[in-house]
């Protein structure tokens, strides 16, 4: 490119060449920041409480092994204050961030032996899982649940799959 283009009179700062081998492995970090950056310092406050209970063990036997379960509770509450530097207003999207949310879930997981010890299945097992919840913000449920398949025909080699869904509140 021209780098005596007469934009670096309008903008006051010179082209840089980004393909420049200093720039690009970080020698001339400096150089590149005094030609288009600027310190600008904001301020991010989150906050997160959490409170949580889980029992988890076996609840019995089956031939394969024990069917193993965990159950829960849990409540989380976030906040964000996050606060752009007055130098970028205007220059960005980017606004203050303010507000809070809270959130209540229940889950159940499951892990069932299937076989065990048998030619070409060393172990098949079945994991289960879901959880509900409810955002404070979005004030509907949902639910969200995974199955998994984990199957090993050696003790070397182990086969696993899973399909489920996944669920992000609004923010």
């Given amino acids: 490119g021209d780098w005596n283009n007469p934009l670096n009179e309008i903008t ?25 950056g600027e310190y600008l ?5 989150y906050k997160q409480q959490d409170l949580n209970a889980t029992v988890n063990g076996n609840l019995f036997e089956l031939p394969a092994g024990p069917v193993n379960a965990a159950f829960g509770a849990e409540y989380r509450h976030m906040s964000i204050d ?17 507000g809070s949310d809270h959130v209540t879930e229940v889950f ?3 892990g069932v032996p299937i076989l ?17 919840f409810k955002y404070g913000s979005v004030g509907s449920s949902a ?29």
Avoid: M
């Fill in 41 to 45: 310092t904001g301020n991010t406050l």
């Fill in 12 to 36: 006051g700062r010179s082209l840089v060449n980004y393909f420049d081998p200093g720039f690009l492995d970080g020698s001339k970090w400096r150089e590149l920041y005094n030609a288009i």
């Fill in 82 to 98: 996050d606060r752009p530097p007055p130098a970028s207003w205007g220059l960005t999207g980017a606004g203050e961030t303010k």
């Fill in 116 to 132: 065990k010890g048998l030619p070409g299945v060393e172990s098949l097992n079945i994991d289960l899982s879901g959880r509900e």
């Fill in 143 to 171: 639910n969200v649940w995974k199955y998994g398949l984990n199957w090993q025909p050696i003790p070397t080699f182990r086969i696993r799959g899973t399909i489920g869904t996944s669920y992000r509140a609004p923010a």
């Fill in 108 to 110: 159940v997981e499951v």
